[in-house]
């Protein structure tokens, strides 16, 4: 079982960037994949992107591509979220999840069975 805890979240003005943390337990993390979600009032959850266990291999949607940037660091048990050039459209809550099992271009948020509370990210205009 893993428990995950996000930080980092934040106001910022468009173009600007901010760094999002996931901590998580458990001595497997190394075995999930793991996920950046985000949430907007009224809209559904949403993937932003993924990383697999070893890290090499990630996958982004299409409106963050050149923008954010996935990482994890499995002997810190940590996955990061690097946001640059950000937009208001970018506002959220953005939640991390893993999952074991899956494949990292799996986006669907009912795949992942572990999910932290979500930190909010504010992009103003």
């Known amino acids: 079982q893993v428990q995950l805890v996000e930080s980092g979240g934040g106001l910022v003005q468009a173009g600007g960037s901010l760094r999002l943390s996931c901590a998580a337990s458990?001595?497997?993390?190394?075995?999930?994949?793991m996920a950046w979600f985000r949430q907007a009032p009224g809209n559904e959850r949403e993937f932003v992107a993924t990383i697999d266990w070893s890290g090499p291999n990630t996958y982004y949607r299409d409106s963050v591509k050149g923008r954010f940037t996935i990482s994890r660091d499995n002997a810190k048990n940590t996955v990061n979220l690097q946001m640059n050039s950000l937009k208001p459209e970018d506002t959220a809550v953005y939640y991390c999840?893993?999952?074991?099992?899956?494949?990292?271009?799996?986006?669907?948020?009912?795949?992942?069975?572990?999910w932290g509370q979500g930190t909010q990210v504010t992009v103003s205009s």
């Open positions: 458990g001595r497997t993390f190394s075995s999930y994949v």
């Open positions: 999840a893993a999952a074991r099992g899956i494949s990292y271009r799996d986006s669907s948020p009912g795949r992942y069975a572990y």
